[in-house]
């Protein structure tokens, strides 16, 4: 059974940084496409940031390049979202999510994983 667990979500203020985690059960990362999404209110969820599994090939949507990082230690089935410069507008519930066999790109733009954690609340507040 696959498992995704999020962690290190929290109120920040803005400019300030925070670091999620994904601590993954059941599933090979080295075999698996996997990444970040989030959902504000109102508005659709979005693919963040993925990373493939074969290659460690990295995508992220434009509105957070050069701001976030996205990094996984197949070791110890983690994955990470180093997110610095926040601002209000990433304000949301931040998901992980994953399938297999797919490129970092792919499972971003169509947000279609397999499996999905519960999500972690992110808000960017002064």
């Known amino acids: 059974q696959v498992q995704l667990v999020e962690s290190g979500g929290g109120l920040v203020q803005p400019g300030g940084s925070l670091r999620l985690s994904c601590e993954a059960s059941?599933?090979?990362?080295?075999?698996?496409?996997i990444g970040w999404f989030r959902q504000a209110p109102g508005k659709e969820r979005e693919g963040v940031s993925c990373?493939?599994?074969?290659?460690?090939?990295?995508y992220y949507a434009v509105s957070v390049r050069g701001r976030f990082t996205i990094s996984r230690d197949n070791a110890k089935s983690t994955m990470y979202l180093e997110m610095n410069s926040l601002a209000p507008g990433d304000t949301a519930v931040y998901y992980c999510?994953?399938?297999?066999?797919?490129?970092?790109?792919?499972?971003?733009?169509?947000?279609?994983?397999?499996?999905w954690g519960q999500g972690t609340q992110v808000t960017v507040s002064s």
């Open positions: 999510a994953a399938r297999p066999r797919t490129t970092s790109q792919a499972l971003c733009i169509s947000r279609r994983g397999d499996y």
């Open positions: 059941g599933l090979a990362l080295d075999d698996s496409g």
């Open positions: 990373i493939s599994g074969s290659d460690g090939d990295t």
